[in-house]
């Protein structure tokens, strides 16, 4: 990555507080603060072009060093499916990036669950499509010696001794607190979170697990950049958010187009395997990881006690996605199924995707 001469960073980032804005939409969840350009442009930008700033938060230094790098890997490939950031600056000390936004609009998650048919196989194409663009355009040998191992570490939950990322350390943390969880009337989601822990460490010993590919690892709508045609259909015209980004395989990322529903999903493996002809998708492990990200979301937001609009409308999509995976499930301990049926329509979260 370039850096700024540190003569420079003081004089900058003085800049950074005139004409500018802070954007802080995902209430902590974020790894930065970013920084919007409002009319002043720093030099070290061309002329003209949308950019926004990161500034990591404490302890999320070593995210944004990886997004950063990534970023740049990525722009050595060749017709990206959908717009990706491009970094322009990188200052290590006091650190910060500048980027290129990806432009569009970030939709909520109930607006895209709701999107008709022709919508979700374009949402889901591109999906596909860019999930097999990432896994040509970065290897795993690559990756480790370009940016290194990264900060995973195993965990005591699985003796496996292979590095862990944040879906397990979220199984990890539910199943700490299952308890807290029986207590408060969520007796199915206990249950199910002991036997997904039992099933990961089947596939586990089976090895199917292992990483295969690099890929992006938090591919939800929020970190995803729509568009309207003149005829008012949405399309997926691009992707940001690379802090996660770490060795997986193709089930682990096409979880995320699980919720979108049968049709994003089938049309996300066939967009994936016309580019990467030799893997083979098992449709049971997309299923298993799209059960542990909602059950595992789910459980944090409950444990955390968050509610937000944004908590609400994650939330939702974790219920919904637990009561199709498990139709026998009695969900009525998930109160947000109760309303599902009466929501609000949907509404665009009122921003531009700042491009991280």
Not at 300 to 317: C, G, N, P, Q
């Amino acid at each position: 990555m370039q850096e700024i001469p540190h003569t420079r960073v003081q004089a900058d980032l003085k800049n950074l507080g005139y004409g500018w804005s802070t954007y802080t939409e995902k209430s902590g969840d974020n790894s930065s603060v970013m920084v919007v350009d409002t009319g002043t442009t720093p030099e070290w930008v061309p002329d003209n072009e949308p950019y926004i700033a990161k500034i990591p938060r404490p302890g999320m230094r070593h995210k944004l060093w990886r997004e950063g790098n990534v970023v740049a890997l990525l722009a050595d490939g060749d017709h990206p499916p959908l717009q990706i950031p491009h970094l322009y600056e990188w200052v290590q000390w006091p650190t910060y990036a500048v980027f290129r936004k990806v432009l569009g609009q970030v939709l909520e998650r109930s607006a895209v669950r709701r999107f008709d048919p022709d919508e979700k196989v374009q949402v889901g194409t591109k999906m596909g499509e860019t999930i097999a663009w990432m896994a040509n355009t970065i290897s795993i040998a690559t990756y480790e010696n370009e940016v290194g191992p990264g900060r995973l570490r195993p965990h005591p939950y699985f003796p496996s001794g292979r590095p862990v990322g944040e879906r397990e350390q979220s199984l990890a943390y539910a199943l700490t607190h299952k308890t807290e969880l029986v207590r408060r009337g969520l007796n199915s989601l206990s249950g199910l979170l002991t036997d997904l822990y039992g099933q990961y460490l089947m596939y586990e010993d089976e090895g199917v697990l292992n990483p295969t590919i690099m890929g992006h690892d938090d591919l939800h709508p929020a970190n995803l950049a729509f568009d309207q045609n003149t005829s008012g259909a949405w399309n997926l015209g691009g992707v940001f958010d690379f802090g996660l980004f770490k060795p997986t395989t193709p089930e682990r990322e096409l979880r995320h187009v699980y919720p979108f529903g049968d049709i994003a999903l089938r049309a996300a493996a066939t967009a994936y395997q016309a580019r990467r002809p030799g893997d083979r998708i098992d449709m049971a492990l997309v299923e298993f990881w799209a059960g542990l990200q909602a059950s595992t979301t789910y459980a944090a937001f409950e444990l955390k006690m968050r509610d937000t609009h944004y908590s609400r409308d994650i939330r939702l999509d974790c219920a919904c996605v637990l009561s199709r995976l498990w139709p026998d499930i009695d969900w009525s301990e998930l109160r947000e199924l109760q309303y599902s049926q009466n929501e609000e329509p949907p509404h665009t979260i009122p921003i531009t995707a700042e491009g991280l």
